[in-house]
C-alpha cells in the first residue's frame, strides 16, 4: 500500500469512526410500527410469543425504572442522563427534543433511546397527557439525571397561524353556500334545504363538509334541527345516486387521542377566536352558576367540535351567524359570533356578502336585524 492511499484509509477510518460516534451520541426514537419482532424460542415459553429487541443500555451499576405521567401541556426542564434513558411510552401523546434539534412527536409504544449525556427534555403534547415508563441506570454518585434550566418553547409558529388566520379573505361561493343551508335547516324550510343543498355541492362543497355543517350546527339550533338537515341530505344523496350523480365524499376530519383534553383545548380555541389570553377563559361561565353548561360550551363545542378539521373556523362561524340570523331573537350571541368572524379576517366588504347572502334565504327583516347587529360592532 502506497503512502498516499495508506493515508487516505486511515481518513476514512477516522471519518467513520466520527460518524458512529455521532449516531450513537444521538436520541433515537423507535415508532411502534418500525419495532422489529422476533420469534420468541419455544423451549423458554409455554405458547406463541415474540419480542422487540432495543439498543443496549449502558450499565455499572443498579437501574431506576418508574412510571412517569404527564398532565396535558406538562414538560420536563432540559436535563441530561450520565448513563443514558429508555423511555417507552405507554398512553398519550408526548413530545421530545434533543437540544438544537427539531421537536419530535412521539405516541403509545413508541420508545425513546436517548444515550449518556445528550440534553434533551420531554412530556406530553399540548392537548394530551402522557405516560411513559422510563428506566434510567444510576451513575455512581447516585443520580440518574441532572436538571438543568426550564425550555423555552416556541410561539411563532402560533403566532404565524394567527397572522394568517387574521389576513383579509375573500369567501368563495363555496363557503357562501353554507350560509343558506344553515338558515333553511335552521327555520324548518326543509324544501328549501334541498335546493340549497344542491347548489352547495354544485359549488364545491363536499358531503362530508355539508354532514359536519349539521353535527356542528346542532349546538346551537338542536338535535331535532340538525337531525331533520342530516334525514333530508341523506335521502338527497340517495336520489342523486340513483340518477348517476356521483358526489365527492371529501375529507374526514382528523382523528386526535382518545385521552385529549378538549376542555383545555375549547379554552385555548375560544382564546384564539376571541383575541384573548387563555387565562382570561379560564373562568368558568356564569361564575360557576352552571359547571355543566361551561363544560358543554368549552370541551365539547369549542373543544371537540372545533377540532374536527374537515371544516374550518371560519366556515363553521359562517353556520353559527346564518344559524343566530334566522332565530332573530337571539342578538347578544350573534353580536359574538359576528365579532369572531371578523376576527378570522373578514372584513366590512365580505360581511356585506355575508349579509346579502343571508338576505336571499331569510328574507329582508330578518336581514335587516343582522345588519342591525353587525353595525353595533363598527
Not at 471519518?15 to 424460542?41: C, D, Y
Not at 419455544?42 to 429487541?53: L, M, P
Not at 352558576?289 to 369549542?302: C, G, I, N, R, V
Not at 366588504?349 to 349579509?355: G, N
Request: net charge neutral; hydrophobic share 40%.
Amino acid at each position: 500500500m502506497t503512502h498516499k492511499s495508506l493515508k487516505a484509509a486511515l481518513i476514512l477510518t477516522s471519518l467513520s469512526g466520527h460518524i458512529l460516534a455521532e449516531e450513537q451520541a444521538r436520541q433515537q426514537i423507535t415508532k411502534v410500527n418500525q419495532q422489529v419482532s422476533q420469534q420468541a424460542p419455544a423451549n423458554n415459553f409455554s405458547g406463541q410469543a415474540n419480542f422487540s429487541r432495543f439498543p443496549v443500555m449502558p450499565s455499572q451499576g443498579n437501574v431506576a425504572p418508574a412510571i412517569v405521567n404527564f398532565a396535558a401541556g406538562t414538560i420536563t426542564n432540559w436535563h441530561i442522563h450520565p448513563q443514558g434513558q429508555y423511555l417507552i411510552v405507554t398512553e398519550g401523546e408526548g413530545r421530545t427534543q434533543e437540544w438544537g434539534k427539531p421537536i419530535q412527536t412521539i405516541h403509545k409504544g413508541d420508545t425513546i433511546w436517548c444515550p449518556p449525556g445528550v440534553k434533551h427534555w420531554h412530556g406530553a403534547s399540548e392537548h394530551s397527557p402522557m405516560s411513559h415508563i422510563a428506566i434510567s441506570p444510576v451513575a455512581t454518585d447516585g443520580k440518574s439525571a441532572t436538571w438543568l434550566e426550564r425550555v423555552n418553547l416556541p410561539i411563532q409558529p402560533q403566532a404565524s397561524v394567527q397572522s394568517k388566520a387574521n389576513s383579509p379573505v375573500v369567501l368563495s361561493q363555496r363557503q357562501l353556500s353554507l350560509i343558506p343551508i344553515a338558515a333553511f335547516n335552521a327555520t324548518g324550510n326543509l324544501e328549501q334545504l334541498k335546493t340549497a343543498l344542491i347548489q352547495a355541492l354544485e359549488s364545491g362543497l363536499t358531503v362530508n363538509e355539508i354532514k359536519e355543517l349539521f353535527a356542528h350546527q346542532y349546538a346551537y339550533a338542536g338535535f331535532p334541527r340538525a337531525l331533520n338537515g342530516m334525514l333530508t341530505f341523506k335521502s338527497l344523496l340517495e336520489e342523486r345516486e340513483k340518477q348517476g350523480i356521483k358526489d365527492i365524499q371529501g375529507a374526514m376530519p382528523s382523528n386526535l387521542p382518545s385521552n385529549t383534553d378538549y376542555y383545555q383545548m375549547g379554552i385555548e380555541r375560544l382564546a384564539y377566536l376571541n383575541k384573548t389570553s387563555i387565562e382570561a377563559n379560564t373562568k368558568p361561565l356564569f361564575d360557576n352558576f352552571s359547571p355543566t353548561m361551561d363544560y358543554a360550551l368549552k370541551a365539547h363545542l369549542f373543544g371537540y367540535l372545533f377540532s374536527r378539521d374537515n371544516l374550518s373556523p371560519l366556515e363553521r362561524e359562517l353556520a353559527v351567524v346564518s344559524t343566530l340570523s334566522a332565530f332573530g331573537d337571539v342578538n347578544a350571541q350573534l353580536r359574538s359570533h359576528l365579532r369572531i368572524t371578523r376576527n378570522l379576517g373578514v372584513d366590512q366588504t365580505q360581511m356585506q356578502k355575508i349579509i346579502s347572502t343571508l338576505r336571499q334565504a331569510i328574507g329582508d327583516d330578518l336581514a335587516k336585524n343582522a345588519q342591525g347587529v353587525l353595525q353595533q360592532l363598527q
